[in-house]
């Protein structure tokens, strides 16, 4: 009988041994079951996704654009003649007209040497356009025109006359070498962009020269 008994608590306390194991069990599933959702939930997810961005992606984009960044420093309103400026009307006559023109011809080929490097950078269009011979931006625009009607006004005539021809020889100089340059690489020829514009400058420093002196016989 007293075994009986025995064996009866026996079975009783596996019993409850197997409930335990099975609540534990439960337990144990929905915990990883809820950890599962957890994280496959969309909030997780986007907590995971800022994590490696502020981590990782954001620095990563930032230093590739440092890297590809390079500065370039702006040039100064006055190295180029500003193109959207008024253009320049065709000269109608008048000796006060005329040396006023004049005057702001020279002012625009001083500012054209002052920052010849910087300018002839942009090509030779760049420098035509101070030389009057592309568009009618600068005050050299006609300057041929103005130069002659100012021809009695001289001291002396003939001089005049010797420094208006060489300065006009200069300009179509300069001209053609600052046009020319535009198209050397496509051609045979041994030049470069950079040497017929060096000759361009050249050829502006002797065109400069004579407007001097034609500036002198005028008394300017």
């Known amino acids: 009988m007293l075994r009986h008994l025995r064996i009866a608590a026996l079975l009783v306390a596996l019993g409850r041994a197997v409930d335990a194991f099975a609540a534990i069990s439960c337990c144990v599933g929905r915990a990883h079951h809820q950890t599962e959702l957890h994280l496959k939930s969309p909030s997780v997810h986007h907590d995971r996704r800022t994590f490696l961005t502020q981590q990782f992606i954001a620095p990563a984009l930032a230093s590739a654009a440092a890297a590809s960044f390079i500065p370039r420093p702006a040039l100064a309103d006055a190295l180029l003649m500003d193109k959207s400026s008024p253009d320049i009307p065709a000269f109608q006559g008048g000796v006060a007209e005329g040396k006023k023109r004049f005057q702001l011809a020279i002012k625009d080929i001083d500012n054209l040497l002052a ?51 060489e300065f006009e020889a200069y300009l179509y100089q300069a001209e053609g070498a600052s046009y020319q340059s535009m198209f050397t690489e496509h051609s045979s020829a041994k030049s470069t962009p950079e040497s017929l514009l060096k000759t361009a400058r050249g050829d502006v420093v002797n065109m400069r020269k004579y407007m001097g002196d034609l500036a002198a016989q005028l008394a300017l």
Not at 118 to 130: E, T
Not at 137 to 143: A, E, L, N, T
């Open 115 to 165: 920052d010849y490097d910087a300018i002839s950078k942009s090509g030779g269009d760049n420098v035509r356009l101070y030389l009057g011979t592309q568009g009618v931006k600068s005050h050299m625009y006609g300057i041929g025109k103005v130069l002659k009607s100012l021809k009695e006004e001289a001291d002396d005539i003939v001089e005049y006359t010797e420094a208006l021809n």
